[in-house]
């Protein structure tokens, strides 16, 4: 058990204490996905613009990740949380005044700042207090928070936009936002000693950012754990915008149950992560790499049956929710896995940075996919060559990463492999 880590009891507190920022961080993210149908016919859009949004979303994120994680290295995490959660909350709400999609998009800018300091946050106060052989498990279910904001968002903010239109429902949303900000902030204390370690290593590390930086890219187990997470970036932006969109209108069903899909999509994700993480720790027996690779060729094959779904028709409602729910369990249950990852490739007291490295590689993987799938989906008016093109391509690299072993890194932190 590491320094500084709790017992059980005291760690499921802990779960569920680090899960509420990130649920109310995904419902409002997933819950405005939800909502671009709505948006959509107010400004007419194209899918190739409904896809700009997750690209604007993540761009500052991707941009100021590492500086970010840096940032929650000095801070620590319960002050990351709050600056992150009070920051995006206030942004979001500007959405509702928005009279135009180019100024949500510049908005959606600086709320995916909130993400890219949140997460370092989290994944850094479960690394600390999690032991070594519970720590894909512990990271899967704090990230199940995604899952369930995401839910939640998908499921009751366009039930609020039917009667009272788009701009309150997204308000609500930030409006939980800032009630979660003082909820972390009177009732989350940190351990002392850890407080006064971070407080150390920063001042220490500060003058060498820039060759901490150097050191994060030179080391190649690190850097395969985010390529995987580009890789995942990308499954990630191709399906998230686009989900809603390719249900309405590649399948024809309606918005409703579209919506229904969707939230089935996020339960899939919130039951993938505990269940990928626990596979990670007891069935791969710690070889995160292993367990990255097969979920990289689990999440393409069940691209690429999606795409071989517009030739189904008509496609029954519970067909609908069970697909759904297994592509979100793979496409949308990879995070604690490659967040512990990234965690047990760095230093301890460069973990923040760590993650923010891997988040640049995320995001940059959606920047990448959203627009690109939706402008193959607009010349083509489905999304069929879409999910084979990106399904097709991520079997590939997947199994050529099975296929090419990596070779052993000593003084490893993984526990097991």
Partial sequence: MPAGSVDRTSLIKLLIILSIPYLVLSLNHHGFLALLPFVREEFLLSRT?????????FLSSALLAVSTGSIVDRLGPRKGILLGIGFMGTVIFMYGFSPSYELLLGLAFF?????????????KAVLINAPADKRAVSMGIMQSGVGIGGLAGASFLPLISESFGWRPAIQFAALLSIVVFFLVLFFYRERRAGQLQDSRGSQADEPAFIENVIALFKNKKLFKVCMFGLLFGMSYGAVSPHFVVYLSEDLGVSLALAG???GSFQIGGIIGRPLWGLLSDRFFRGNRDKALSVMGIVIGIKFIFAGSLAFTSPISALSVVLFAFILGFSAFGWLGVLFVSIAEGADENKVGMATGLSLLFLRAGMLIAAPIFGFIADLQESYLLSWLGFGGLIVLI?????????KKVAGSRQQGG
Avoid: H, M, R
């Avoid at 997947?398 to 990596?406: D, G, L, N, Q, Y």
């Fill in 49 to 57: 613009q409904v896809g700009l949004y997750n690209t604007f979303y």
């Fill in 111 to 123: 709320a995916g700042l909130g993400w890219s300091i949140i997460t370092p946050s989290v994944n």
């Fill in 260 to 262: 229904v899909g969707l």
């Fill in 398 to 406: 997947s199994v050529f990463s099975v296929i090419k072993k990596p």
